[in-house]
């Protein structure tokens, strides 16, 4: 369903009661009674469990899978996949300037992008009452998966070039993946750039933030949000080459103090965050969750542009109990 994005987010930012926006999909299974690997392989699965959340929370849109696998696989890694884990890539594809240009740019619709984007395409069929977006790997994330995360790190200073060329490809792919979910129908995307946290923030703004904003200037308009979302623990010293990227939104993990992150926010961009998804929403309990939901948000609700959020993915098997108590602590809150 097609609306004007940009108005969303100002009312979701001006709104004195704000809805909160976790990253929430994968805990669908246990609503369905499937595993990761029937709902990662299934299109009709993956917008029910999508719906099925929506019917049970008041958030303020619908996350699809945050699965940081899917693009790797299309430029040909290696994923190991569970019945209660989220995918994972393993080993790399690239190890040499050669095999940086030998890398193939894969059509989109390859592997399992074809079917996550069908997913978006019925969710955005089956959810009316509030924005749709679809979730994304940032291009630096993309191409540590590609050259193995600690490798990258290394080849920044020992293999700048090769860096780039990878990066480049993976941009390229991921500018026209963004475009696909756009034409889907899905109302916006969540970037996600995670490696890009673990960098120093000389690194970040050459190897993520101007490849980040090059996905932003090609997708984004009054009808599409890019929100980009970080959970690394660097992100507070690079959050001006972050800011950068020109993201209509910000979303920051638990590794930081969001207080402190919001203190360098602008005041009229929506930053996001940041409650632990492993801690809490995994292995709390729901009075743990609501302690640390009401106390985030007494810390950081007195600045208007930030919105209640988890940290980052939320495991499959988080108990509901815990993120029902997530929800209704949110609403205790507001209602004080």
């Given amino acids: 369903m097609k609306r004007n994005m940009k108005q969303w987010l100002e009312e979701l930012r001006e709104s004195p009661v704000k809805r909160a926006m976790p990253v929430l999909s994968f805990p669908a299974i246990q609503l369905m009674g499937i595993s990761v690997r029937e709902l990662i392989n299934s299109s009709d699965a993956q917008a029910r469990g999508m719906q099925l959340v929506a019917q049970r929370t008041k958030s ?50 390859a592997a399992r992008t074809g079917l996550y984007l069908e997913a978006v395409k019925k969710a955005a069929e089956l959810i009316t009452d509030r924005p749709v977006f679809a979730g994304v790997i940032g291009p630096f994330s993309l191409a540590a998966r590609l050259l193995d995360v600690t490798e990258i790190m290394i080849d920044c200073y020992d293999e700048p070039d090769m860096v780039h060329m990878v990066l480049e490809k993976a941009t390229q792919f991921l500018i026209a993946y963004c475009q696909a979910y756009k034409d889907a129908g899905a109302n916006g995307v969540v970037i996600a750039e995670p490696v890009a946290g673990l960098l ?15 996905m932003v200037d090609a997708v984004q308009d009054d009808s599409f949000l890019v929100v980009y979302h970080n959970c690394g623990g660097a992100t507070i010293p690079m959050i001006d080459s972050i800011l950068s990227t020109g993201a209509a939104a910000y979303h920051f993990g638990n590794a930081i103090d969001m207080e402190e992150m919001m203190g360098r926010i602008p005041a009229g961009t929506v930053a996001m965050g940041n409650i632990d ?21 007494e810390r950081c609700c007195r600045y208007p542009n930030f919105v209640i959020s988890s940290g980052c993915d939320i495991p499959p098997l988080s108990r509901w109990e815990n993120i029902d108590a997530f929800f209704a602590a949110v609403d205790e809150f507001y209602a004080r």
């Fill in 277 to 297: 998804p492993a801690g809490q929403f995994r292995n709390g309990t729901p009075e743990s969750i609501r302690e640390a939901t009401l106390g985030l948000m």
């Fill in 200 to 214: 120093s923030p000389a690194l970040g703004e050459e190897f993520s933030a101007p490849y980040v904003k090059r």
């Fill in 60 to 109: 303020a849109a619908s996350v699809s899978l945050m699965d940081l696998s899917v693009e790797a696989e299309c430029f040909g890694s290696t994923i190991r996949v569970s019945d209660d884990e989220v995918p994972t890539v393993v080993g790399s594809v690239v190890s040499s300037q050669e095999e940086a240009q030998a890398l193939q740019v894969p059509q989109v619709g």
